[in-house]
């Protein structure tokens, strides 16, 4: 079975800095182009950051560009976003996701896989 185990969501004050950690197993975690997605109460979900399968190109909504930085680690089956400078419009529950290709997609329809998703709550 494929699974995405997502963590280190958590309580930070405006301008604080998280990060999330999100383990894949039951995959050849090298093939596959790797997500972070959030969704805000009331909203639908958001891409936020992408890294293909490689680990070599990244992306990022404009939200949050400049001030997350996401990251993979293939010996450990484990993508990792690092949250920066967080504000209060960055709270959301934030998901990781996994798609069997090298290409990502900004479409949350693109990817088979997700993990339970992990809180992040800023205050201002």
């Known amino acids: 079975d494929v699974q995405l185990q997502a963590s280190g969501g958590g309580w930070v004050q405006s301008g604080g800095s998280l990060r999330l950690s999100c383990v894949v197993s039951?995959?050849?975690?090298?093939?596959?182009?790797v997500a972070w997605f959030r969704q805000a109460p009331g909203k639908g979900p958001e891409y936020v950051s992408a890294?293909?399968?490689?680990?070599?190109?990244?992306y990022y909504a404009d939200s949050v560009k400049g001030r997350f930085t996401i990251s993979r680690d293939n010996a450990k089956n484990t993508a990792y976003l690092q949250m920066d400078s967080l504000k209060p419009e960055d709270t959301a529950v934030y998901y990781c996701?996994?798609?069997?290709?090298?290409?990502?997609?900004?479409?949350?329809?693109?990817?088979?896989?997700w993990g339970q998703g992990t809180l992040v709550t800023v205050s201002s």
């Open positions: 996701a996994a798609r069997d290709s090298f290409f990502h997609s900004f479409s949350d329809r693109e990817y088979a896989y």
């Open positions: 039951g995959v050849t975690f090298d093939d596959y182009c």
């Open positions: 890294t293909n399968s490689g680990g070599g190109t990244s």
